[in-house]
Protein backbone atom coordinates (compact mmCIF):
# COMPACT_ATOMS: atom_id res chain seq x y z
CA UNK A 1 0.00 0.00 0.00
CA UNK A 2 1.31 3.54 -1.01
CA UNK A 3 2.65 5.50 1.87
CA UNK A 4 2.22 9.08 2.69
CA UNK A 5 3.15 11.19 -0.71
CA UNK A 6 4.18 15.34 -0.31
CA UNK A 7 5.26 17.38 -3.47
CA UNK A 8 7.34 18.73 -3.92
CA UNK A 9 10.09 17.46 -2.28
CA UNK A 10 12.08 20.78 -2.86
CA UNK A 11 11.19 24.38 -2.71
CA UNK A 12 12.94 27.69 -3.41
CA UNK A 13 11.12 30.88 -2.73
CA UNK A 14 11.97 34.64 -2.57
CA UNK A 15 10.54 36.30 0.97
CA UNK A 16 7.69 38.03 0.11
CA UNK A 17 6.11 35.52 -2.60
CA UNK A 18 3.81 32.89 -1.05
CA UNK A 19 4.02 28.86 -1.49
CA UNK A 20 1.63 25.73 -1.85
CA UNK A 21 2.40 22.15 -0.72
CA UNK A 22 0.24 19.29 -1.23
CA UNK A 23 0.02 15.61 0.65
CA UNK A 24 -1.69 12.81 -0.36
CA UNK A 25 -2.58 10.68 2.42
CA UNK A 26 -2.42 6.30 3.11
CA UNK A 27 -5.53 5.53 0.96
CA UNK A 28 -8.41 5.29 3.57
CA UNK A 29 -7.05 7.69 5.68
CA UNK A 30 -9.09 10.49 6.91
CA UNK A 31 -6.62 12.42 9.21
CA UNK A 32 -4.05 15.04 7.62
CA UNK A 33 -2.05 16.56 10.40
CA UNK A 34 0.90 19.20 9.03
CA UNK A 35 4.19 19.82 11.04
CA UNK A 36 7.20 22.24 10.60
CA UNK A 37 10.75 21.31 11.33
CA UNK A 38 13.52 23.71 12.07
CA UNK A 39 16.55 23.09 13.48
CA UNK A 40 16.36 25.45 16.65
CA UNK A 41 12.67 24.82 17.27
CA UNK A 42 12.60 20.92 16.51
CA UNK A 43 9.10 19.37 15.18
CA UNK A 44 5.90 21.31 15.70
CA UNK A 45 2.78 20.93 15.05
CA UNK A 46 1.24 23.42 12.79
CA UNK A 47 -2.63 22.26 12.44
CA UNK A 48 -4.71 18.64 11.78
CA UNK A 49 -7.71 18.16 9.60
CA UNK A 50 -9.74 15.35 9.91
CA UNK A 51 -13.11 14.83 7.01
CA UNK A 52 -12.27 18.25 5.66
CA UNK A 53 -12.77 19.94 8.86
CA UNK A 54 -9.66 21.65 10.65
CA UNK A 55 -9.87 19.82 14.56
CA UNK A 56 -6.63 21.25 15.61
CA UNK A 57 -4.50 24.11 15.60
CA UNK A 58 -0.57 24.53 16.43
CA UNK A 59 0.68 28.10 17.50
CA UNK A 60 1.61 29.54 14.43
CA UNK A 61 0.67 33.00 12.46
CA UNK A 62 -2.51 33.36 10.43
CA UNK A 63 0.03 33.38 7.06
CA UNK A 64 0.23 29.32 7.77
CA UNK A 65 -3.36 27.75 6.29
CA UNK A 66 -4.91 24.52 5.25
CA UNK A 67 -7.31 22.61 3.68
CA UNK A 68 -8.36 19.08 3.10
CA UNK A 69 -10.15 18.17 -0.17
CA UNK A 70 -13.31 15.59 0.03
CA UNK A 71 -10.96 12.60 -0.77
CA UNK A 72 -8.54 13.66 1.84
CA UNK A 73 -5.75 14.90 0.26
CA UNK A 74 -4.46 18.37 2.15
CA UNK A 75 -3.09 21.59 1.12
CA UNK A 76 -0.85 23.95 3.28
CA UNK A 77 -0.16 27.51 1.95
CA UNK A 78 2.19 29.90 3.51
CA UNK A 79 1.77 33.82 2.31
CA UNK A 80 4.65 36.32 2.48
CA UNK A 81 7.41 33.95 3.06
CA UNK A 82 9.75 34.76 5.26
CA UNK A 83 13.48 33.63 6.05
CA UNK A 84 12.40 31.91 8.93
CA UNK A 85 9.80 29.68 7.10
CA UNK A 86 12.75 27.84 5.89
CA UNK A 87 12.40 24.19 7.30
CA UNK A 88 11.35 20.80 6.15
CA UNK A 89 7.34 20.58 6.05
CA UNK A 90 5.85 17.15 7.49
CA UNK A 91 3.04 15.80 6.64
CA UNK A 92 1.16 12.85 8.79
CA UNK A 93 -1.87 10.58 7.98
CA UNK A 94 -3.78 8.49 10.39
CA UNK A 95 -6.70 6.26 10.03
CA UNK A 96 -9.08 7.75 12.73
CA UNK A 97 -8.91 10.46 15.46
CA UNK A 98 -9.75 7.75 18.17
CA UNK A 99 -7.08 7.33 20.77
CA UNK A 100 -4.61 4.78 19.74
CA UNK A 101 -3.95 5.63 16.49
CA UNK A 102 -0.77 5.88 14.75
CA UNK A 103 0.16 8.23 12.28
CA UNK A 104 2.37 7.90 9.28
CA UNK A 105 4.81 10.69 8.47
CA UNK A 106 5.43 11.20 4.71
CA UNK A 107 9.18 12.32 3.69
CA UNK A 108 8.66 15.85 3.75
CA UNK A 109 8.59 19.10 1.16
CA UNK A 110 11.81 21.31 2.22
CA UNK A 111 11.36 24.67 2.16
CA UNK A 112 14.34 27.34 1.19
CA UNK A 113 13.45 30.81 1.46
CA UNK A 114 15.70 33.45 0.15
CA UNK B 1 0.71 16.88 26.46
CA UNK B 2 2.01 15.06 29.20
CA UNK B 3 5.34 16.26 29.71
CA UNK B 4 8.03 13.64 28.86
CA UNK B 5 11.43 13.95 29.97
CA UNK B 6 14.43 11.80 27.79
CA UNK B 7 18.10 11.34 28.17
CA UNK B 8 19.72 13.43 25.34
CA UNK B 9 21.90 11.18 24.24
CA UNK B 10 22.68 7.21 24.46
CA UNK B 11 25.18 4.92 22.84
CA UNK B 12 24.62 1.02 21.67
CA UNK B 13 27.03 -1.06 20.76
CA UNK B 14 25.52 -3.21 17.32
CA UNK B 15 23.83 -6.21 17.91
CA UNK B 16 23.06 -5.44 21.71
CA UNK B 17 19.85 -4.55 23.06
CA UNK B 18 18.99 -0.91 22.95
CA UNK B 19 17.01 -0.01 26.10
CA UNK B 20 15.51 3.89 25.80
CA UNK B 21 14.09 5.37 29.03
CA UNK B 22 10.75 8.27 29.18
CA UNK B 23 9.49 9.53 32.06
CA UNK B 24 6.00 10.62 31.90
CA UNK B 25 4.81 11.48 35.96
CA UNK B 26 1.65 13.09 34.96
CA UNK B 27 0.10 10.57 32.27
CA UNK B 28 -3.39 10.07 32.74
CA UNK B 29 -4.83 7.25 33.12
CA UNK B 30 -6.59 7.22 29.24
CA UNK B 31 -3.49 8.65 27.71
CA UNK B 32 -0.99 5.92 25.87
CA UNK B 33 2.41 6.20 25.07
CA UNK B 34 4.23 6.87 21.80
CA UNK B 35 7.24 6.16 20.35
CA UNK B 36 8.59 7.56 17.04
CA UNK B 37 11.99 7.49 15.31
CA UNK B 38 13.20 10.36 12.76
CA UNK B 39 16.39 8.83 10.92
CA UNK B 40 18.48 11.71 9.57
CA UNK B 41 16.34 14.08 6.62
CA UNK B 42 13.63 11.35 6.99
CA UNK B 43 10.37 11.82 8.31
CA UNK B 44 9.50 10.64 11.70
CA UNK B 45 8.41 6.86 11.65
CA UNK B 46 5.87 5.00 14.16
CA UNK B 47 7.38 2.14 16.45
CA UNK B 48 5.25 1.35 19.20
CA UNK B 49 2.38 2.55 21.22
CA UNK B 50 0.90 1.57 24.82
CA UNK B 51 -1.61 1.97 27.33
CA UNK B 52 -0.85 -0.30 30.62
CA UNK B 53 -0.01 -3.31 28.86
CA UNK B 54 3.36 -4.17 27.38
CA UNK B 55 3.87 -4.09 24.02
CA UNK B 56 5.81 -6.28 21.43
CA UNK B 57 5.59 -6.21 17.49
CA UNK B 58 8.57 -6.53 14.90
CA UNK B 59 10.26 -3.15 15.17
CA UNK B 60 10.44 -3.13 19.46
CA UNK B 61 9.49 -4.02 22.96
CA UNK B 62 7.85 -1.07 24.75
CA UNK B 63 7.49 -1.74 28.72
CA UNK B 64 5.37 0.47 30.41
CA UNK B 65 5.96 0.61 34.74
CA UNK B 66 2.77 -0.35 36.87
CA UNK B 67 2.25 3.22 37.80
CA UNK B 68 2.35 4.02 34.34
CA UNK B 69 5.20 7.21 35.13
CA UNK B 70 7.66 5.86 32.97
CA UNK B 71 8.19 3.71 30.17
CA UNK B 72 10.85 2.10 28.44
CA UNK B 73 11.68 0.94 24.96
CA UNK B 74 13.52 -1.74 23.67
CA UNK B 75 15.26 -2.61 20.62
CA UNK B 76 16.58 -6.16 20.95
CA UNK B 77 19.26 -6.46 18.25
CA UNK B 78 20.55 -2.86 17.64
CA UNK B 79 21.77 -2.07 14.32
CA UNK B 80 23.38 0.50 12.51
CA UNK B 81 20.13 1.04 10.62
CA UNK B 82 18.48 2.09 14.02
CA UNK B 83 20.91 5.28 14.54
CA UNK B 84 17.97 7.51 14.61
CA UNK B 85 16.63 10.54 16.85
CA UNK B 86 13.86 8.34 19.41
CA UNK B 87 11.25 10.66 20.33
CA UNK B 88 8.65 9.21 23.26
CA UNK B 89 5.14 10.89 23.41
CA UNK B 90 1.85 10.97 25.50
CA UNK B 91 -0.46 12.68 23.23
CA UNK B 92 -3.30 14.47 25.10
CA UNK B 93 -6.57 12.88 24.84
CA UNK B 94 -8.37 15.24 23.63
CA UNK B 95 -6.30 16.50 20.85
CA UNK B 96 -7.07 14.33 18.53
CA UNK B 97 -3.35 13.25 16.43
CA UNK B 98 -1.94 16.08 17.58
CA UNK B 99 1.67 15.03 18.61
CA UNK B 100 3.70 17.21 20.78
CA UNK B 101 7.75 16.29 19.75
CA UNK B 102 10.08 17.18 22.60
CA UNK B 103 14.55 16.96 21.90
CA UNK B 104 14.14 12.84 21.72
CA UNK B 105 16.97 10.46 22.36
CA UNK B 106 20.09 10.64 20.00
CA UNK B 107 20.81 7.00 20.15
CA UNK B 108 24.15 6.30 18.18
CA UNK B 109 24.38 2.30 17.29
CA UNK B 110 28.28 1.88 17.27
CA UNK B 111 30.25 -1.16 15.47
Known amino acids: KAGVTQTPRYLIKTRGQQVTLSCSPI?????VSWYQQTPGQGLQFLFEYFSETQRNKGNFPGRFSGRQFSNSRSEMNVSTLELGDSALYLCASSFSQGRGTEAFFGQGTRLTVV | DAKTTQPTSMDCAEGRAANLPCNHS???????VYWYRQIHSQGPQYIIH???NNETNEMASLIITEDRKSSTLILPHATLRDTAVYYCIVPQSNAGNMLTFGGGTRLMVKP
Open chain 1, 27 to 31: SGHRS
Open chain 2, 26 to 32: TISGNEY
Open chain 2, 50 to 52: GLK
